[in-house]
């Protein structure tokens, strides 16, 4: 097997995500093989491991990039945004799950109920530490501008989660009913979190 340049190496990289994505969000992690994306990407499949141990590694190298993109526009969005905190509140959820839904990949986690294999505990204790639902810089920012009220991140990042969990149970819920459901309990979110806040309404007349 022939070595790569650092250029080569770059491009390949790229190219595995790019592939990858594509991959796993049109049949999912588990019926997608190693086989297939180094095919897809040109290199050999013992070229593969030169990047990445396994498809899951590369799977989930590929989710934290989708999340971490979901979560700065989200947080872009959400500091340009300049109505009440009930709405502010109301718009970041309800945007989140929109642009959740739009990601292939994203999508298949937290509404598909994908196939997770079981990653090593200390990478899924990072991945948490910069997860999807940690809108922290956000929660601070509207906290000192008295946009929502003081409460504990850890509490808010936990609403945060579990709405976003939700759609995991779309069936049990009801399909018929289910973005009636997610838009009401993202305004019953935002009234808990504005009720009370030192400005800006609390929640719509």
């Not at 709405?87 to 509404?111: P, Q, T």
């Not at 991945?127 to 809108?135: P, S």
């Not at 509490?155 to 989660?161: F, N, S, T, V």
Request: proline residues 3%; charged residues 35%; hydrophobic residues 40%.
């Amino acid at each position: 097997m022939r070595g790569f340049s650092e250029a080569e190496k770059e491009q390949i990289r790229q190219k595995l995500f790019e592939v990858g994505c594509e991959l796993f969000g049109t049949y999912g992690l588990k019926k997608t093989g190693i086989r297939e994306i180094a095919r897809a990407v040109g290199i050999s499949q013992g070229a593969f491991y030169l990047f990445f141990p396994s498809k899951e590694a590369l799977y989930f190298a590929i989710l934290e990039r989708e999340e971490e993109k979901i979560k700065t526009r989200l947080l872009e969005t959400a500091m340009k945004e300049e109505s009440s905190g009930f709405e502010r509140v109301k718009n970041l959820l309800l945007e989140g799950l929109k642009l959740v839904y739009e990601n292939k990949i994203v999508r298949r986690l937290y509404m598909e109920k994908e196939y997770m294999p079981k990653f090593p505990l200390e990478l899924l204790e990072n991945h948490n530490k910069r997860d999807l639902y940690d809108l922290t810089p956000l929660v601070d920012a509207w906290a000192r501008e008295g946009i929502i009220r003081p409460e504990k991140p850890e509490l808010i990042a936990g609403m945060i989660r579990a709405f976003f969990l939700l759609p995991i149970h779309q069936r049990e819920i009801g399909k018929d009913v289910f973005s009636e459901t997610m838009e009401k309990l993202a305004e019953s979110i935002a009234l808990y979190l504005t009720t009370g806040a030192e400005k800006g309404e609390a929640h719509r007349d």
